[in-house]
């Protein structure tokens, strides 16, 4: 079954509002990498992230990778419309070369 | 470069049918994957190969087939179409999948299933 859960499923905040997505796996992650969707597109590629501990921002976006490479999360400051969309994680399961998805964190926002 | 494409977009079938979804690229990426969307379910992995003639099973490979005779094409086939196949499929690909090489997805626009 689904190794990389992820939470919440869905969210809705009013613009301007912060927005946090949270990855969790059952075992290590050599990397993780996020993605958006924007809704009746595919995903694409947002960061991949390596270090144990690490912490990245795009702009508004701050991903960080736990200590224990088990775990991740995606921050976003002041949303924005163009922030709508589909946020997955997706890592590889330790020892194997199958790419797991969570189950994503759609974000709706009232303008 | 067209990155990765994807045919048909759209497709209904009944019951029983057999049809061969088709996904190329021509970044001569060494990973290629199949991915079906449904609501609430996030990605799943159907099949994935990492490279010419050699393919392996992801989470959900019962009921589909896949062949990796060229670098470029990562065709999906199913045998007998059930409506539980309703969904959305994308194929990918990656570069090369090795440790922390760099592992960026390029997703195809994906093709729409619908089985009735």
């Known amino acids: 079954g689904q190794q990389v859960m992820q939470i919440p499923q869905y969210q809705h905040v009013q613009e301007g509002e912060d927005f946090t997505t949270y990855c969790n796996s059952s075992?290590?992650?050599?990397?993780i990498q996020w993605y958006k969707q924007r809704p009746g597109g595919h995903p694409v590629f947002l960061i991949q992230?390596?270090?144990?501990?690490e912490v990245k921002k795009q702009k508004r976006l701050t991903f960080q990778f736990g200590e224990a490479k088990k775990n991740s999360s995606l921050h976003i400051t002041a949303t924005q419309t163009t922030d709508v969309g589909t946020y997955f994680c997706?890592?590889?399961?330790?020892?194997?070369?199958?790419?797991?998805f969570g189950q994503g964190t759609r974000l709706t926002i009232n303008p | 470069n067209a990155g990765v494409t994807q045919t048909p977009k759209f497709q209904v079938l009944k019951t029983g049918q057999s049809m061969t979804l088709q996904c190329a690229q021509d970044?001569?990426?060494?990973?290629m994957s199949w991915y079906r969307q449904d609501p609430g379910m996030g990605l799943r992995l159907i099949h994935y190969?990492?490279?010419?003639?050699?393919?392996d099973q992801g989470e959900v490979p019962n009921g589909y087939n896949v062949s990796r005779s060229t670098t470029e094409d990562f065709p999906l086939r199913l045998l007998s179409a059930a409506p539980s196949q309703t969904s959305v499929y994308f194929c990918?690909?990656?570069?090369?999948?090795?440790?922390?090489?760099?592992?960026?997805?390029?997703f195809g626009p994906g093709t729409r299933l619908t089985v009735l």
């Open positions: 997706a890592g590889p399961i330790q020892g194997a070369q199958k790419l797991v």
């Open positions: 075992t290590t992650l050599s990397n």
């Open positions: 992230l390596v270090k144990s501990g």
């Open positions: 970044m001569n990426h060494e990973y």
């Open positions: 190969s990492v490279g010419a003639g050699i393919t």
């Open positions: 990918a690909s990656i570069p090369r999948l090795a440790g922390v090489s760099y592992n960026e997805q390029f």
